[in-house]
């Protein structure tokens, strides 16, 4: 009887010891409920429960962890959990971080792109002269705006800085091109008469 009885006390103490290892195991992956204390902040709580303050404020949705006051309960996730919501969350800037980047380049790309197709259509515009008046042309355009389509001086624009009644609102470069040919062929005769005009002048 005496050794059945202590046998049945030692699988009793058995079962006891083992539950408590069991419980103690559970407990350790599980939050901690915390009642907070004067002196307590997130980061004193993290250090002690061995958690992260950024798993806090996500247990708890804090938006300022230094706004917390005593006698309020907190969910302090265990060391595991705290690792992987700061990992989520690294993970989840990053990927923000590079999309942005992405977008932030596809758009100077594209910026690009676009001010090289319209730099390579001023630049192919057809001046229609060729020779010696090409090149009387192009002196007169450097003195008027240093070969810009697009500057511009009160009312007159462009490259050959014609008024901009002359262009009648239509700008681009080939039109800019055709109108002073048409200008200085009805106010000149050519080119070459009009840069002579303006070395005594100083305009056309």
């Keep these: 009887m005496n050794i059945k009885k202590a046998l049945v006390n030692t699988l009793g103490t058995v079962a006891i010891v083992g539950a408590g290892i069991f419980a103690t195991n559970v407990t350790a992956n599980a939050d901690t409920n915390v009642t907070v204390k004067q002196g307590d902040s997130v980061w004193s709580l993290a ?115 014609l008024s901009s009644s002359y262009l009648n609102g239509d700008y681009s470069a080939a039109n800019q091109e055709k109108v002073a040919n048409s200008y200085v062929s009805s106010r000149y005769g050519s080119w070459s008469a009009a840069q002579a005009f303006w070395q005594a002048n100083g305009w056309y």
Excluded at 60 to 86: D, E, F, H, K, M
Excluded at 137 to 154: F, H, P, Q, R, V
């Design 47 to 161: 250090n002690k429960y061995d958690s992260s303050v950024n798993a806090i404020e996500s247990a708890n949705s804090l938006s300022n962890s230094n706004l917390i006051y005593v006698g309020q309960t907190l969910s302090v996730p265990s060391s595991q959990q705290a690792t992987t919501t700061t990992t989520n969350n690294v993970a989840s800037q990053n990927t923000t971080t590079t999309a942005n980047q992405t977008s932030q380049s596809t758009t100077s790309q594209s910026s690009q792109a676009t001010t090289n197709t319209q730099t390579s259509s001023n630049k192919n515009a057809s001046t229609g002269v060729s020779g010696s008046e090409a090149s009387a042309k192009a002196w007169i355009a450097n003195k008027e705006s240093g070969g810009s389509y697009s500057a511009t001086n009160g009312q007159y624009v462009g490259k050959y800085q």
